[in-house]
Structures are given as structure tokens and as C-alpha cells.
């Protein structure tokens, strides 16, 4: 997913550290006339389901987010492993 989080400039660093923990890339950050910051990223979906609760929580509620689908790819090897086991153990 292609992702873009608007945020006041005291949060940035909790804020590229969850989007690293989730498994996302920075891909830039510009300043906003209004003293916020936008950060560009994009991480899988499957990481941001919970995303808007999350922000919320580590911006008190002063921070906005955009996501919108950005392409298909290829999961690690350790993660589609771990969804072929679950698979099989529910047969």
C-alpha cells in the first residue's frame, strides 16, 4: 500500500519507527506550510489493518493518514511459510 501520514514534527520519530516495524519503507518526508510534517511510505496491507487506531494513539489523535493500493509483491519466505502451515493445520 502506498501511505501518507500527516503529523505534527514532535512525532516523526514514533512515527518511522512503527512504519519500520511494520515491515515499511520511508520513501520521503516533506515539511507542510502548517508546521506538520507528510511522510511517504509504503508498507503490505496486512501490516496497517490496525494502522488508524495506532496513529491515533501515538500522535494524540492530531495525526491523519491516506492509504491507497499500490501493487502486488512477492512475501518473505519465513512469512509464507508460517501461512502455508496454518493452512494445513486447519484441513
Known amino acids: 500500500m502506498h501511505v501518507e501520514?500527516?503529523?505534527?514534527?514532535?512525532?516523526?520519530?514514533?512515527?518511522?519507527?512503527?512504519?519500520?516495524?511494520?515491515?515499511?519503507?520511508?520513501?520521503?518526508?516533506?515539511?507542510?506550510e502548517d508546521g506538520t510534517q507528510k511522510v511517504v511510505a509504503e508498507a503490505p496491507q496486512t501490516e496497517l489493518f490496525k494502522y488508524a487506531t495506532d496513529l491515533r494513539s501515538m500522535t494524540q489523535a492530531r495525526g491523519s493518514f491516506t492509504m491507497q493500493f499500490e501493487r502486488y509483491d512477492e512475501m518473505p519466505l519465513h512469512?509464507?511459510?508460517?501461512?502455508?502451515?496454518?493452512?494445513?493445520k486447519e484441513k
Do not use: T
Open 79 to 88: 512469512l509464507s511459510q508460517k501461512v502455508i502451515d496454518e493452512a494445513e
Open 5 to 32: 501520514i500527516i503529523v505534527p514534527e514532535e512525532y516523526m520519530g514514533d512515527i518511522m519507527g512503527d512504519m519500520n516495524k511494520r515491515r515499511g519503507r520511508i520513501l520521503g518526508m516533506e515539511p507542510l
